[in-house]
């Protein structure tokens, strides 16, 4: 029996058989994949040469990855609405990588420094030649290439203080925590976190005793100490009015007091 195939219906790679509203989905989809594969290879060249004119060095302060490449893929062409979608096997432009800023990240989770990289986004040519990366900058703006390394490189110094602040806040607390362990045996010693209106978050550490007194330090890595944050006596605490002042009428004078 010989088969007969529509007029309408037309070969598609390997004998699929597409309609020509079908074929001419494909058509147009390969020449946009080739429209904006170009496109893209020239606003990546003109963000390469953006950045080293405004001194940025490749492989230092930035690294282009752009690729473009012709491949065969199944895509997805057509609607769901009008029922037209349909899948197919076409060979086309596409393209991988890009612009990418290098720097650096204090990684708080495991408590190390890491190299970095920040994607860039430059304004279309018809608007200028600024760029911006959200990773450095403290709002979305698009800036000058020579602005926008300034700003990495405050960036990157900025990531190599607060991991060198943690490293010496870190180490002096375990002093603390050694110190006041070796020097009062039988009072516990732990570490802890609080707040101050002027110092912000920070670390503490609380010396309790079994009577439950207790004196807690605020560390100070700035000044690479431990100050006296809050105190507690039990036996002061429960003392009564009139015992209170019998223990005050027999302090000593303090000196320089009228």
Known sequence: MTEFKDPNQLDLFAGVLLTPDQQKLVENYIEQQDRNITYQEKENQRSDDLLVEAGFIKGVHFKNDFKSYTDTRTVTLGYSYNQTQFNVEVTAKFYT????????RFDLSDKKLKDATF???????????KIQSWGIQDQSRYIKPKTLLVKLLEHNEKEKRRFEEYNKQTALLSATLNKYKTLYPSA???SGRDYAKYYGPFDT????FESGSFIEFRIDPYND???LFKKNDVEYNSLSSEELLERFSKQVKKEGSN
Do not use: C
């Open 97 to 104: 990588g890009g612009i990418s800023l290098l720097g650096k």
């Open 119 to 129: 994607g860039v986004d430059i304004q279309p040519m018809f608007l200028g030649d």
């Open 188 to 190: 516990t010693v732990t």
């Open 205 to 208: 550490v609380k010396v309790e």
């Open 225 to 227: 100490r431990d100050v």
